[in-house]
């Protein structure tokens, strides 16, 4: 689960989440800690369709404990994991031991990457949070090599009594000027993914250079 240390009453959120005191209980969600096999083969087959098939670089942003970047190393991918929380990159640098993996502290807008680019920019529930998702977005294109970057966005919009998150048509619509052909799959009906059935929006966004 790509997650930022972030305030969120700027997108009609909840307030600040202490995400280092949340980092121990992270991965009880399903979809956080892919323990369940079920759960951790569905995202496993959702990767391999959005990622590039021939390994290369990629940034997970917002990454949490790093279950995300962890299926990805399997395929082969060089990555490099972004957070804000101490307590949750302790984690993921544990869950890839041994991987071809660097996890480094900062912001998911603007990650402290340097001048690198990137074969693929992967951000899991990260972009509603932020105070100008635009902003971000058009920092993440540029960190995507020419030619067949590809930025790949894990969103919603969840709850029913109080909702939060962006609607799959407003990130579309973010994306429209900055690349090239956008495809949005929804997620919301695949309970394998969940551990659970969900009745909110959910919805995965790949766009390629």
Known sequence: MAKNQRSETSRGGSAEVDWDAEAATFDDEPDHGLRDPAVRRAWAARLERWLPPRPGDLLDLGCGTGSLSLLA??????????????????????????????????????????ERLFDTVLVRHVLWALPDPARALRHWRGLLRPGGGRLVLVEGVWGTRNPVGMPASEVSALLAPLTGEVHVERLSDDTRLWGKEVRDERYAVTATL
């Open 73 to 114: 190393s399997e395929r082969g991918h060089r990555v490099t994991g972004v957070d804000l929380s101490p307590n949750m990159l302790e984690r993921a640098r544990a869950k890839l031991a041994g991987c071809d993996a660097v996890f480094l502290l900062g912001d998911a807008a603007s990650p402290p990457v340097g």
